[in-house]
């Protein structure tokens, strides 16, 4: 039976399992749009390119399996490049598909044409446009095996206007395989052999491909060894950080104490990440290329094994697979390390509790206080980039998996997408999106898809008129010369009203409580809004002590 180049490609997506697709529409796609709507596959329509692209950026994030966006060609393209380059640098599968020019009309710089192949190459594991329809099933089945295999990112599949009515004949989809890898049993073994001979081992947790399961396994494996563990930058969600063994987060702000240890440690174990820039600390924790401790790195892509740090044990395996791998390992009956483990709690303990006083009426550490003590453990909270999310990295305790969505790349306007993709992934579960008033406006549009599918989430916005990373960079840098760092700024309460939600504002500590409560009680997407002193720039420094210290 004949079906158009449209028909086809939604028949290849519900032959892999997609569920849910984030979509602007756009006339270059209409044939693909026309077979979706004889499907039960959920169209999120989004209000801007690079909101549908980070919502699925953050299923993909959350679920393992290629997060779907859809959209028109030229601007469409290029605003959806914003989710496409979080999903590269922080290994997450997704499948972006763009509408493009009709075929004979290509080369000739035709409306919104752009060469896709030229110019994502940079932003995508793979880019490819389909120029005959029977072969959908092999592209789409190919870009969800690109897009999950090895280090897992995004692919780009483009889509000209005139295939996509084609009507052909074409095998049948079938849904991709994916790419396991497994550690040897001798590398396993040696890993035992470096774990026994170890005084001051750590591991640091990292990347994607973990599961829910492995996750759990892991922290008995650190249970039994005594193992302290940390979490690379914004992957918090893989350890318990109740766990007796949790060292804290590796990343932004580390704990010196914690950055002490791993330099000093004489075993590393790197399961799953990169440890780029960010987690490294500028590349200051480990040498380069040679480190000083010895390095097992456990990822599954061999590409990455070498590329920085040269491994003293380079095992290729997804973090699944060589979890599983570590139940044959005995532990120790006291291992050497246990009371510096225990003191490294300890340390965490400490630096993750947050001061209770501050510049202005507002003080963070209250809040974040009380909504430790007023949600559950499954709560999932989602940020963008800015320094409030310091509020969430430092003080929240992660518990559970599935709970953090934030981007390692650093982009601004990423926590309310995520927000909107999480809650319609889990409906029953809450959501809490923390922003700041810079980085909300980046994709605040979206609370009206929050709005138009009836999905609860409730943003924290946290408002201090200025973009705060930028200021306080530039108060360290270039003290008292303020310049393109101040914000005007809508009510944001208004706002959340304005788009059919729930809006309220804070402007003394002891109003969140109330505020929060009548936000979840709405039973709307909500925004409070926290109007914080921009003096309070981090939990222990001020502007003015930034300022003052050149």
Not at 133 to 161: D, N
Not at 189 to 205: C, E, N
Request: proline share 7%.
């Amino acid at each position: 039976m004949k079906r158009t180049g449209g028909q086809l490609i939604v028949e290849a997506l519900q032959a892999n399992g997609v569920k849910r697709i984030a979509c602007v529409p756009g006339e270059s796609y209409l044939a693909v749009l026309d077979a979706l709507h004889d499907t039960d596959i959920d169209t999120i329509v989004c209000r801007q390119e690079g909101g549908a692209a980070m919502m699925a950026d953050c299923w993909g994030r959350l679920t393992g399996e290629p997060g779907i966006c859809m959209v028109t060609r030229g601007p469409g393209a290029t605003n959806a490049s914003a989710g496409l380059h979080i999903a590269r640098q922080d290994s997450v599968p997704m499948i972006l598909f763009i509408g493009q020019v009709q075929r004979e009309a290509r080369e000739r710089e035709a409306f919104q044409e752009v060469e896709y192949r030229r110019a994502f190459t940079e932003f995508a594991k793979w880019v490819g446009e389909i120029d005959d329809a029977r072969r959908i099933p092999e592209f789409v089945t190919r870009a969800f095996a690109v897009a999950t295999s090895g280090r897992p990112g995004p692919v780009v599949l483009t889509l000209p206007e005139d295939m996509l009515v084609d009507e052909v004949e074409a095998p049948e989809a079938k849904p991709y395989l994916p790419v396991e890898s497994h550690p040897g049993p001798s590398q396993i073994a040696r890993l035992g052999a470096l774990l026994a001979g170890a005084k001051r081992p750590i591991a640091i947790l990292g990347g994607t491909r973990w599961s829910e399961q492995a996750v759990a396994d892991f922290q008995n494996f650190a249970a039994r060894f005594q193992l302290p563990v940390g979490c690379s930058f914004r992957r918090q969600m893989l350890f318990d950080h109740t766990h007796s063994s949790y060292a804290g987060d590796v990343g932004i702000g580390i704990n010196p104490a914690l950055a002490s240890e791993i330099k000093q440690a004489d075993l590393v174990l790197l399961i799953g990440g990169r440890f780029s820039e960010m987690p490294s600390s500028g590349y200051s924790l480990l040498d380069i290329p040679y480190p000083s401790q010895t390095l097992v790195h456990v990822h599954p892509d061999p590409s990455e094994l070498g590329r920085v740090y040269r491994p003293d044990l380079a095992i290729c395996a997804a973090p699944t697979d060589f979890v599983e791998a570590l139940k044959s390992l005995a532990a120790p009956d006291v291992p050497v390390w246990a009371s510096r483990t225990a003191a490294m709690h300890v340390a965490y303990r400490e630096w993750s509790t947050p001061p209770q006083t501050g510049p202005g009426a507002v003080q963070m550490g209250p809040i974040m206080d009380w909504i430790e003590a007023n949600t559950a453990y499954d709560t999932i909270f989602t940020n963008g980039a800015g320094n409030y999310a310091t509020w969430v990295h430092r003080f929240h305790k992660f518990r559970a998996y599935n709970t953090q969505a934030a981007p390692c790349s650093g982009s601004m306007g990423y926590g309310l997408p995520a927000a909107v993709a999480a809650k319609q992934l889990f409906p029953d579960r809450e959501v809490i999106c923390f922003a700041g008033d810079g980085c909300f406006m980046m994709h605040g549009q979206e609370f009206a898809t929050a709005v138009r599918y009836q999905l609860p989430i409730i943003t924290v916005i946290v408002n201090n008129g200025i973009y705060g990373t930028i200021r306080m960079h530039q108060e360290r840098e270039y003290p008292g010369r303020v310049s393109a760092t101040g914000l005007t700024n809508p009510d944001f309460a208004a706002f959340a009203k304005a788009y059919g939600g729930h809006g309220e504002t804070v402007e003394k500590t002891e109003d969140f409580a109330g505020a929060f409560a009548r936000a979840r009680q709405s039973g709307k997407p909500s925004i409070i809004e926290i109007k914080l002193d921009p003096e309070a720039i981090t939990p222990t420094r001020t502007l003015s002590q930034i300022r003052d210290k050149r």
